[in-house]
DNA sequence: TTGAAAGCGCTAACAG
DNA sequence: CTGTTAGCGCTTTCAA
């Protein structure tokens, strides 16, 4: 039988009212009776039930945490930096990973009707305007991570200028043949990442062609991010055969290794035969020695964790949009002729 | 305003105890008064609230996981696998990801005193002696993941033979001046898998060089597991000069990887010049071709919570130990001459 | 079968 | 400052 809030009450010859505030370290509380309170808590070994503390209160002290366990290995920097910072809150986390995006809004169905968290973070996944709406009506705490709506908080990456000046690395680097290999262009990311990509091709007077923008080919339920969906891009532009690009800007780090592994199997090798730059900055890529675009992972978890907390503090309704920058981090596999 | 188990009641002319019973469909109810409480739910789109049946159950439907989260990737696979069981018995996740030692402590503590979660996955990481004394005191329902203790339920991989065969195959493959990459010696892991690793080496009729042997160096708060610890285990390693190892056993895939990387500053090759095998076959070993011991992270964490619903449901008091096999996953780091 | 009532363990007015 | 009391929203006897 664990000891409860009335034990310690009886024990201390007081209320159950003062062992509460005691607990809670409430403003007006005489320090000797405090004191007595505290020694009684030690005593025992009392530690409040959280769950009916949860109940009373009316908020629950976690935060769940939707996020894709299937788009390789950026979300883990995401959830270590987001981890970090519940536990700062001194939260729970609840983990929803979702390895097949039709469990997305399982979890959202969940998380908004259960009331088991006080707040959501739903990252590097596309919302349903369904749940957009469900969100706005219960005026539920949520922010966005990688991801964006325009009436929900969100923090994300400066998609555009990112693809932008990767590929702008590449034109700078001398080649003029360059392709893209991308996600599936329903999600936001591959749209803006496109768009960069697009733009620096143009302003640089090269010529666009349809050939060199590939979308990765995936299963139903991913969304193209992944290294198959790079591997498959990869072939497909090296059935180009001598019109085949000369470098590579692959929307993620993971699309990058499966490029590479193509162009491994097809004898070629990187940079002298193909030039390739990613996106994301996952820690593998250190190893590979990719060239990349970073993103600031632990700051973008940070920011966005900080802004729910706000949220859930003080539901106001406007809604917060942060963009990040990304960096260039500039490795082996573009070859070194810059500028 | 949360429409409350009242709120259904009153609309359906019922008392708030039949409404229970239907929502957890209980057994004596009738078949009318079951569709017009259901109906009367499904108008009011009523949702019980999960805290207060928590409090009223005694349970709370959801299970705490302490995993690191600097090891490396092998956890994730892990926590892939935990997370689709827990969905699976429609309970929740609560996520304790340490990225630093001691922390563990501190959300054992935060698990066993706070009765927010109904057990514990415990993963990767080393028990005090102290908490299992707790664990024990409180009967608290908890099974360790690759990771041990006699007293606990455990699922473990079979170190000791996977480091045998590990070694094995390094001999098989015709090396003779084998060497291993550890962490450090504290942890269990390392300690089984030096045993695989020397009896192989003995059995061979090979010579047991101490020179050979090096734990990986790291941070304090760490457990040498890491990508840098393997660099410079490596480094140490090449510092022998002409009477440095052929081959290497790392004990980890993150770790080769480190030394991987040595190798290659070194202006060496692998598998010409040193080969190289490994031990998780976490999802980057794919990519970069690594020789590696595979653990069945997808079937330890199954055999995992399943145990561990198991216990929930009925405090049975005999220890369970569920031992796991290693698969030899050959790819490009050691060699062709196979036997 | 079902309603009423007594908790689950704590918080938060409300009086004093 | 502090005790008392009324919930928080549900489960579970106990009778009927």
Same mark, same amino acid.
């Given at each position: ?57 009316? #908020? ?75 969100? #706005? ?90 290294? /198959? ?9 090296? /059935? ?100």
């Amino acid at each position: 039988m664990p000891v409860t809030i009335y034990d310690v009450a009886q024990k201390a010859g007081v209320g159950i009212g003062t062992v509460s505030r005691v607990i809670n370290n409430s403003s007006q509380i005489k320090d000797s009776t405090k004191q007595k309170v505290l020694g009684v808590i030690n005593d025992l070994n009392y530690q409040p039930h959280i769950v009916a503390q949860s109940l009373a209160r009316r #908020k629950t002290s976690s935060i769940g945490c939707i996020i894709p366990f299937f788009t390789g290995y950026f979300f883990v920097e995401l959830l270590r930096g987001i981890q970090r910072k519940v536990s700062f809150y001194k939260h729970e986390l609840i983990l929803y990973s979702v390895d097949d995006v039709s469990k997305t809004e399982t979890f959202l169905k969940k998380a908004l009707d259960e009331r088991r968290v006080d707040g959501l973070l739903f990252v590097s996944l596309d919302i349903s305007p369904e749940y957009v709406r469900k969100i #706005k009506e219960k005026n539920f705490p949520i922010v966005l991570l990688d991801s964006y709506h325009d009436e929900l908080d969100s923090i994300k990456v400066n998609n555009e200028d990112g693809a932008f000046r990767a590929t702008t690395h590449l034109i700078n680097c001398g080649y003029k043949k360059i392709a893209m290999i991308n996600g599936i262009m329903s999600s936001l990311p591959s749209i803006t990442r496109f768009e960069g990509f697009k733009k620096a091709i143009i302003e640089a007077d090269l010529e666009y062609d349809e050939r060199y923008f590939v979308q990765g080919d995936c299963a139903p339920d991913a969304d193209g991010f992944n290294k /198959e969906a790079g591997y498959l891009g990869m072939k497909k532009l090296l /059935e180009l055969g001598k019109a085949r690009p000369e470098a590579i800007f692959a929307a993620s780090d993971i699309q990058a290794v499966g490029a590479l592994r193509a162009i491994g199997e097809a004898g070629l090798k990187t940079p002298e035969d193909i030039a390739i730059i990613g996106f994301d900055d996952i820690e593998l890529s250190e190893h590979i020695g990719l060239t990349t675009m970073r993103q600031p992972t632990m700051r973008m978890a940070g920011l966005a964790m900080t802004r729910l907390m706000e949220k859930i503090g003080s539901k106001n309704d406007d809604v917060f949009v942060k963009r990040v920058e990304t960096e260039l981090i500039i490795r082996d596999t573009c070859g070194f002729n810059l500028k």
